[in-house]
Structures are given as structure tokens and as C-alpha cells.
């Protein structure tokens, strides 16, 4: 027969379970904490955890990429900026964080489109929204835009994941990705870093 123990002398209360009386939430007040004592112990909707690993990085990435890539069509290509990472849980969330330098061969202005994918799967873009802006001047000055991007993805899978960035061209002028305006030369590496987070 269910019941409840006392044992006043140690502040002790042994029960099987625990709901609240007036509603459907128990409330440990503030300034108080649950202490577990046993990590391995926790479950949550049937599922071990780990206290200790709630919300921290389990894996991070990073890859650095020289050379560069052009591109003048409105029509995505792929890039050598790519990372593969194994999530360790179908619970975790990937952080995608990217950087690279992009510029143009044209003296006006003129706009990159890219965007993430996981595997065939567009998770980010920015081409829809009139991409990322490159100035051009005159014909030894042209500008290079550094850009960052991050994302956080839920691939909720343990197989291995493929990360890729795509560019296109807005307006059909030469773009450059990770070179000056006239591609004669690198400026800068790219990364891709990918953190893998416990939820």
C-alpha cells in the first residue's frame, strides 16, 4: 500500500511520487535548490541524463579553408567551405558558425547571395532577402566585406551531418569569395566551426 515515510530527526520524507495538489506544476521556491546527489539517477520522460552535461558543449569543429571561389550566376554552387560533425545525441543542437570575405569585379555596387545547408537541406539563407551588399569604386579599389554567420540547427539524428555553404550572384556580377575584386589573389581564409550543445 503506497505511503509516505517522516523521519523528522533528518528531514527526511520517502515517497514514490510527487504531483501538485492545487494544479499540475511543483514549484521548488525561489532561493532553493534540488540538489541530485546521483547524476547517473535522473531521468527525464523516461530517458537518462546526466546533470552535469544539460546545456554543455559536447564536441566543437573548426576548419580553416584557403583559396577562393567566383561566382556569377544567380544559381547557388558549392564551395569547399564544408564541415562534417556525428551528433552524440538526437536531442543536441549544432551551432554553425561561418566566416569568409566576398567582393566584386564590378566598379558599381552589387550583392552575394549564400546560405547553409545540412546535407540537400537549406537550413539558412540570406539570398531572399537581397543578399549581402559588396561596393565597388574604381578599378583599384574595390571593397572586401567580411562576413559572419550563425545559425542553430536541430538535426535531431546520430548519423553524420554535412555542412556546406552555397554563394550566388544577386545581380549577375563576378563575385568573389575569400578574394579581391579582380580574384589575382587569396585575401583571407575561411572557417566553419560547428558546436555540438546538449539541450
Known amino acids: 500500500m503506497p505511503?509516505?515515510?517522516?523521519?523528522g530527526a533528518?528531514?527526511?520524507v520517502k515517497t514514490d511520487k510527487i504531483q501538485g495538489q492545487g494544479g499540475t506544476t511543483v514549484t521548488v521556491p525561489t532561493s532553493h535548490t534540488l540538489?541530485?546527489?546521483d547524476a547517473d539517477r535522473l531521468t527525464i520522460a523516461g530517458?537518462?541524463?546526466?546533470a552535469g552535461a544539460l546545456g554543455k558543449v559536447l564536441q566543437c569543429l573548426h576548419t580553416e579553408f584557403t583559396g577562393y571561389t567566383s561566382v556569377s550566376s544567380s544559381t547557388y554552387i558549392d564551395t569547399q567551405i564544408t564541415a562534417n560533425i556525428t551528433p552524440a545525441s538526437t536531442s543536441s543542437?549544432?551551432?554553425t558558425i561561418v566566416e569568409f570575405t566576398v567582393s566584386s569585379n564590378s566598379t558599381g555596387?552589387?550583392?552575394v547571395g549564400y546560405q547553409m545547408l545540412r546535407g540537400s537541406t537549406i537550413i539558412h539563407s540570406?539570398?531572399?532577402h537581397g543578399g549581402i551588399k559588396v561596393y565597388g569604386h574604381t578599378t583599384n579599389t574595390r571593397e572586401v566585406a567580411s562576413v559572419t554567420g550563425i545559425h542553430v540547427d536541430s538535426p535531431n539524428s546520430t548519423s553524420a551531418q554535412t555542412y556546406k555553404m552555397q554563394f550566388n550572384s544577386v545581380d549577375s556580377a563576378?563575385?568573389?569569395i575569400n578574394a579581391w575584386g579582380l580574384g589575382s589573389s587569396s585575401t583571407a581564409p575561411s572557417y566553419i566551426t560547428l558546436i555540438e550543445l546538449s539541450s
Open 3 to 7: 505511503q509516505i515515510d517522516f523521519d
Open 10 to 12: 533528518n528531514s527526511l
Open 35 to 37: 540538489a541530485i546527489t
Open 47 to 50: 530517458t537518462a541524463v546526466k
Open 93 to 95: 543542437r549544432i551551432v
Open 109 to 111: 555596387n552589387s550583392a
Open 126 to 128: 540570406v539570398g531572399s
Open 174 to 176: 563576378t563575385i568573389y
